[in-house]
Nanobody, 125 residues
Framework: QVQLVESGGGLVQAGGSLRLSCAASGRTFSWNVIGWFRQAPGKEREFLAAIKWSSGNVYYADSVKGRFTISRDNDKNTVYLQMNSLKSEDTAVYSC??????????????????WGQGTQVTVSS
């Protein structure tokens, strides 16, 4: 069993920054990718970024490329999402998830098996 705990969400003004954390524990050998997703009210869950744990390769959705940065701390089994230049449309619940993919990553939420509880990010304009 894998457990994921997100933290770092909150209220921020447009143009500001936040850093989200996702701490993984449990059967950490059962996954090789951690992804970040978000879901705004009335919208589908959206892929943001992913990191391949073994290689450190990172992948981004076009919508956040250049503004968001995903990184990891191997010793802490923690992945971070640094979010800069936040906009009101970034308001959503942000979740991390783990999956196992033989090649690269998967931008579809269906490919991920374990999800954290989510953390709310609200950007005021």
């Amino acid at each position: 069993q894998v457990q994921l705990v997100e933290s770092g969400g909150g209220l921020v003004q447009a143009g500001g920054s936040l850093r989200l954390s996702c701490a993984a524990s449990g059967r950490t050998f059962s996954w090789n990718v951690i992804g970040w997703f978000r879901q705004a009210p009335g919208k589908e869950r959206e892929f943001l970024a992913a990191i391949k744990w073994s290689s450190g390769n990172v992948y981004y959705a076009d919508s956040v490329k250049g503004r968001f940065t995903i990184s990891r701390d191997n010793d802490k089994n923690t992945v971070y999402l640094q979010m800069n230049s936040l906009k009101s449309e970034d308001t959503a619940v942000y979740s991390c998830a783990t999956g196992f993919f033989s090649f690269g990553y998967n931008a579809s939420p269906r490919g991920y098996t374990t999800w954290g509880q989510g953390t709310q990010v609200t950007v005021s304009s």
